[in-house]
C-alpha cells in the first residue's frame, strides 16, 4: 500500500496525558499536513511541512501541541496535557510541492479524551 | 480563500446522475474550484479541480460558470458507495497560500437503492 498511513488508528486517553500520533506520507511526497476534524464538521488545517521544516501553524495548534518531521519523511503529532476538548479526528495529508497537486489524505487517528 | 455555500444534504437514486451544486461569488482570478469527498470513517479524498474551462475525469465531470461564480460536481451514475460528504473548496495555486484546504460543511450526498 503506497498511501498515507497513521497509528494508531484510534486513540482513547484520559485527561491529562500525553499522546503522539504518526503520519507516514507518499515516499515521494515533499508537503505534509496536519488537519483536525471534529464531529458535523470539515477538517480543520493545523500545520504543514515542506520536507523537514514546518513553514505555517494555525491559531488552532496551541502550545499544548507539537508536529515535527525530523528527516522530511513521517511526521510525529503529540498532544500534551490532553483536554476533552481535544476529542477529535486528526489527519495527516500528503502532496508534492507543486501547483495545483492534490493533498492525499491518510485514514486519521480519532482521539477520545475522557 | 473565498467561501463557499453547499446544500448540508441531497439524496440521489442509484444509477441516476447527482448534480452538486456550489456558490463561490466572490472567487479570484487565481483561485481553482477543488472537490473532495469524504465518506463516512475516511479521510478526504481527491475527486476532480478545474479554473475555468469545465474538466472530466475518470470519477466525475466539473461544469464552472462562464462567471465563475458557480460550479456543479456530476457524478454519471451514482451508485450507493458514492455515498459521502462532498466539499467544494475554492483555493488559489499561486503564492504562499496554494498548500492548505479550508473545508467548510459540505453537502452529505445519500444515494438511494
Known amino acids: 500500500d503506497t498511501g498515507v498511513s497513521q497509528d494508531p488508528r484510534h486513540k482513547i486517553t484520559k485527561r491529562g496525558q500525553n499522546v503522539t500520533f504518526r503520519c507516514d506520507p507518499i515516499?515521494?511526497?515533499?508537503?505534509l499536513y496536519w488537519y483536525r476534524q471534529t464531529l458535523g464538521q470539515g477538517p480543520e488545517f493545523l500545520t504543514y511541512f515542506q520536507n523537514e521544516a514546518q513553514l505555517e501553524k494555525s491559531r488552532l495548534l496551541s502550545d499544548r501541541f507539537s508536529a515535527e518531521r525530523p528527516k522530511g519523511s513521517f511526521s510525529t503529532l503529540e498532544i500534551q496535557r490532553t483536554e476533552q476538548g481535544d476529542s477529535a479526528m486528526y489527519l495527516c495529508?500528503?502532496?508534492?510541492?507543486?501547483?495545483?497537486?492534490?493533498?492525499?489524505f491518510g485514514p486519521g487517528t480519532r482521539l477520545t479524551v475522557l | 480563500d473565498a467561501k463557499t455555500t453547499q446544500p448540508p444534504s441531497m439524496d440521489c437514486a442509484e444509477g441516476r446522475a447527482a448534480n452538486l451544486p456550489c456558490n463561490h461569488s466572490t472567487i479570484s482570478g487565481n483561485e481553482y474550484v477543488y472537490w473532495y469527498r469524504q465518506i463516512h470513517s475516511q479521510g478526504p479524498q481527491y475527486i476532480i479541480h478545474g479554473l475555468k474551462n469545465n474538466e472530466t475525469n475518470e470519477m466525475a465531470s466539473l461544469i464552472i460558470t462562464e462567471d465563475r461564480k458557480s460550479s456543479t460536481l456530476i457524478l454519471p451514475h451514482a451508485t450507493l458507495r458514492d455515498t459521502a460528504v462532498y466539499y467544494c473548496?475554492?483555493?488559489?495555486?499561486?503564492?504562499?497560500?496554494?498548500?492548505?484546504?479550508?473545508f467548510g460543511k459540505g453537502t452529505l450526498l445519500t444515494v438511494n437503492p
Open positions: 473548496i475554492v483555493r488559489a495555486d499561486s503564492g504562499g497560500s496554494n498548500y492548505k484546504l479550508t
Open positions: 515516499s515521494e511526497h515533499n508537503r
Open positions: 495529508a500528503s502532496s508534492l510541492a507543486s501547483l495545483g497537486n492534490e493533498q492525499f
